[in-house]
């Protein structure tokens, strides 16, 4: 017989701050939870829905060593998503469960909805829910811990040249800038929200040989793209990005370029000052290309 179990609990942040945490959920459960969680491999797919993973769990959770999981949900515009055990949990014959997050004021309300068929005389899944209680409270924490980094650099040419030379970047960094980026290769889509790309990485940037990222904005009204990193970079639990380019303030004809990241550092890592000083090479490098060429197609 299938039953239900559902539990609810508030966490002290936006819905949109801790739905942003639950997309790097596979890199911070595992160095914020390592006696529950070490890994987790998608063997196919990268959190999209038919997704399949396997997650590595830690002496914490002793009945099962690893568990294979199949993505059925993800979707933004609900902050929902759901999977369904495939093997690993001989305790149930059948176990899926749903997470949703729900705005709730300058709070959220997450709810886990579970569906399980017990083998025997095996009870509800308590020992589930407080480990998913655990994971709440665990990805609230790292929301909390965040910090941001921002810079503008006003550039000597056109916003709409600019971002005209934007939508080619894939092909024109590797060109303008070889030793920091030597390609970018589009696994899923081609650079429209949830996009997935591979970006291999020059010499100049030893501490990671490619980047996997997926794309979250990429808005023509704002001239406002962002991305966030999905695998590659160690250093940080949690980064995304976003790149806006407005016209300039001071003279026409320019533009003010604002590169803001969202991150949480692993230990006693520093701000990724690094990573702003490429991203202001990036805007130069785009910046050359359209005014040396402002209708780029």
């Known amino acids: 017989m299938v039953h239900t179990m559902s539990h609810t609990e508030v966490l ?7 739905w942003g945490a ?10 914020l939870m390592p006696d529950f969680f070490t890994k987790s491999v998608f063997l196919q797919g990268h959190g999209e829905p038919g997704s399949i993973r ?12 690893e568990v294979k999981e199949r993505m059925d949900t993800f979707d933004d515009a ?3 998503l ?12 059948s176990f899926s469960a749903q997470m949703k997050f729900v705005p709730a004021g300058k709070t959220t309300e997450a709810i886990w909805t579970a569906t399980y068929e017990p083998v025997g005389d095996m009870g509800p899944p308590e020992h589930i829910k407080q480990i998913v209680v655990l994971v709440f409270k665990t990805l609230e924490r790292a929301v909390l811990s965040r910090k941001t980094l921002s810079h503008t650099e006003t550039l000597d040419a056109s916003s709409d040249a600019i971002w005209e030379a ?3 970047a894939d092909e024109l ?4 800038m070889p030793e920091f980026f030597t390609s970018s290769t589009f696994l899923q889509g081609h650079g429209e929200p949830g996009s997935i790309r591979v970006v291999k990485m020059g010499p100049a940037i030893p501490h990671a040989g490619e980047v996997t990222e997926r794309m979250d904005l990429f808005d023509e009204a704002s001239k406002t793209l962002g991305y966030t990193v999905l695998q590659g970079d160690s250093r940080y639990h949690y980064f995304s990005a976003t790149m806006k380019f407005a016209p300039g303030a001071a003279a026409a004809g320019t533009t003010d370029a604002t590169w803001t990241a969202t991150y949480v550092p692993v230990g006693d890592m520093g701000p990724p000052e690094h990573i702003k000083q490429i991203a202001i ?8 290309v359209a005014k040396a060429n402002p209708t780029v197609a």
């Not at 002290?12 to 801790?18: E, G, K």
């Not at 055990?85 to 149930?92: Q, S, T």
């Not at 960094?173 to 303008?176: E, F, G, H, I, Q």
Request: proline residues 7%; aromatic residues 6%.
């Open 82 to 93: 759901g999977y369904t055990v495939l093997e690993g949990d001989r305790r149930y014959s």
């Open 281 to 288: 090479l990036v805007f130069k490098a785009l910046a050359g």
């Open 54 to 65: 396997i997650v590595k769990l830690g002496p914490a959770a002793p009945h099962a060593a």
């Open 78 to 80: 609900t902050k929902t």
């Open 22 to 31: 639950c997309k790097h959920a596979d890199d911070i459960l595992p160095h």
């Open 12 to 18: 002290q942040c936006s819905a949109d701050d801790i």
């Open 173 to 176: 960094l590797p060109k303008a």
């Open 166 to 168: 934007c939508k080619h």
